[in-house]
């Protein structure tokens, strides 16, 4: 018997006034719409409303026990979501404004358990993308929004991505264009007496102590153990072939050259995903360029996965020197990796 598969139009519309007007209407109607963030696209609907977030977790294929971020536009607007704000996270607030950083921080009894999954506390973000701003003012409202991929896929960067996962799936994506990061904020749990690092991200631990003049910590979770943040422990980012990762050294450029010989000796098509300095060397060999520096790899990760998945049978990507947007990169990527795929 065939099964019926409720499905429904998904426009995409360039971001302007009119289809933020537009976005925001079906937010505040408890639908769904997709829109560019400074990090990767969110999916959002209003962070109020039960009923509204859990067509995030249908649309997405997001397991109920994984808590979604709740992006707002000022600082009055945290407030509003949470219980408490920490002296540290005020601090950061103030100087920082919108920025690529998630503040985990006691909830206030207005947003539903649906969100947090059912914990105490909750995620806040004020999102640097003009566009995300203006949705969240039109609405008047919090916006719950995690990254708009499916369940496990590469984050999207681009609304094409959004448009792969998702078609069928929500009414509307606005498209802002390419993401400047490309990778998700830095969420910072605030509940502790030092701020832990959950998730490394777009906002580096460095700038992040230079702020507040102290220590942060960082969460070292084993990529299938236990975790602190409940997204840490399902399978991340996987594209739809397999990756190998070649760690950083001073060997580097050795290792991928062996690991793509490897592959070519077996018939299996790799190719190299490497920094820009690395590409004279590889002898014709093929590659993708990560570019020069931390932070264009970084915005180049999950377009790269997504573009080179179903075109190789294995990537073979170096890490980055762990420092800086260099751990954002090497934690997706390791993660990525850990979703074993064989050929
Ligand atoms: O850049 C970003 O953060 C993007 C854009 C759209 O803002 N959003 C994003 O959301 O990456 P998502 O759902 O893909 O990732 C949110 C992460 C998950 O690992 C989740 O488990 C964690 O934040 N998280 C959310 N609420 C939490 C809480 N109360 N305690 C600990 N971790 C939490
Ligand atoms: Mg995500």
Do not use: W
């Not at 507040?212 to 990529?223: C, I, P, S």
């Not at 580097?252 to 820009?276: E, F, G, M, P």
Request: hydrophobic fraction near 40%.
């Amino acid at each position: 018997m065939l099964k019926y598969i409720k499905t429904m139009f998904t426009e995409i519309l360039k971001t302007n006034e009119a289809s933020i007007k537009k976005a925001a209407a079906l937010i505040k109607a408890g639908e769904t719409a997709a829109f560019p963030t400074e990090t990767v696209y969110g999916l959002g609907a209003n962070a109020l409303s039960e009923a509204a977030v859990k067509k995030i977790f249908d649309a997405k294929g997001r397991p109920s026990d994984n808590p979604l971020i709740v992006h707002v536009s000022c600082l009055e607007d945290v407030y509003a979501v949470a219980l408490d704000i920490p002296q540290s996270a005020k601090k950061l607030i103030g100087a920082l404004g919108p920025a690529p950083l998630t503040y985990i921080v006691k909830k206030s009894d207005k947003i539903p358990a649906v969100v947090t999954a059912g914990l105490d506390t909750v995620a806040v973000r004020i999102p640097a993308h003009p566009a995300a701003l203006a949705l969240i003012r039109e609405c008047g409202l919090p916006i719950a929004a995690p990254s708009a991929n499916g369940s496990g896929r590469p984050s999207p960067t681009s609304a094409a991505h959004v448009f792969a996962d998702l078609n069928g799936k929500i009414p509307l994506i606005l498209d802002g264009g390419e993401c400047g990061m490309g990778v998700e904020s830095t969420v910072v749990d605030f509940t502790l007496a030092v701020p832990m690092i959950l998730r490394p991200g777009g906002f580096s631990k460095e700038a992040l102590e230079e702020i507040l003049g102290d220590e942060v910590k960082l969460y070292k979770t084993a990529l299938n153990g236990p975790a602190k943040s409940p997204g840490l422990k399902y399978g991340h980012y996987a594209p739809r072939c397999k990756i190998e990762v070649i760690p950083y050294s001073s060997e580097t450029i050795q290792s991928l050259i062996a690991a793509y010989d490897y592959y070519l000796r077996k018939n299996i098509k790799s190719v190299i995903i490497c920094a820009y300095t690395y590409v004279n060397d590889l002898g014709g060999r093929e590659y993708v360029s990560l570019g020069k520096t931390a932070a264009e790899a970084a915005r180049s990760l999950f377009k790269i996965l997504r573009e080179n998945e179903d075109r190789y049978d294995v990537l073979v990507c170096h890490t980055l020197p762990e420092e800086g947007v260099g751990r954002a990169f090497n934690d997706r990527l390791l993660r990525a990796a850990a979703v074993n795929k064989f050929c």
